[in-house]
């Protein structure tokens, strides 16, 4: 129960957060976690975007971006450098580097915490949101390609252009198809009691 309320707690504190453009516009150091939002037109988005209805309430990916002791055990101290404000940079980039997306179309927040919340407050937000983007490389940091299996990122089929279109884009439409089978998934309740408890006491916050 402790657990679940610290996971709550977290979620809670980076969906209180504001709302900033991407990447934000002073850097900042620390790491953390962050939530990216998308607004835009792309089809493959219709039924996320209807869902959220310009709240910003549905991330489309949810990252972390660990601090230097984060395989050191617990430290006091968060982290000098800008880990996380770096990392948000990052997806700018790769945003901006595609055909079919404008950077301009989305938002995210961030909260930077000490290492030792990062994963679980990670972790809880991708069980209760279900972020589309999440697992399809998007944040791999081999371009264009799956971190596990060395195949071409579904994410990168369906927007061509981060670091050179990569082979496999014929695979546009499979990504299409997760992101909105995932996206329709959001109305429907979490099938685990413990992780729907934990939804519905967030989404009092929200």
């Known amino acids: 129960m402790a657990v679940e309320n610290v996971g709550v707690t977290l979620a809670v504190e980076l969906l209180e957060q504001p709302l900033s453009n991407m990447p934000p516009e002073k850097p900042f150091s620390g790491a953390g976690i962050y939530a990216l939002y998308y607004c835009g037109s792309h089809t493959a988005y219709s039924t996320l975007c209807k869902l959220d209805g310009g709240r910003f309430k549905y991330p489309v990916y949810i990252g972390k971006a660990a601090g230097e002791s984060a395989k050191q055990g617990f430290s006091p101290h968060g982290s000098s450098e800008r880990k ?95 992101i909105g089978r995932r996206s329709a998934e959001l109305s429907q309740d979490l099938a685990d009691p413990t992780l729907r408890r934990m939804y519905q006491r967030v989404m009092k916050f929200v």
């Open 84 to 178: 996380l404000h770096g990392r948000i940079v990052e997806h700018s980039r790769s945003i901006e580097a595609v055909e079919n997306l404008a950077l301009a179309d989305f938002r995210c927040r961030y909260l930077v915490l000490n290492d030792a919340y990062i994963t679980l407050a990670e972790a809880v937000m991708i069980r209760l949101f279900r972020p589309p983007w999440n697992g399809m490389s998007f944040g791999s940091k081999v371009v264009g390609k799956n971190r596990m299996t060395g195949k071409p990122g579904l994410w990168d089929a369906l927007h061509p252009g981060r670091g050179g279109r990569p082979a496999g884009v014929d695979r546009a439409d499979q990504a299409a198809e997760l």
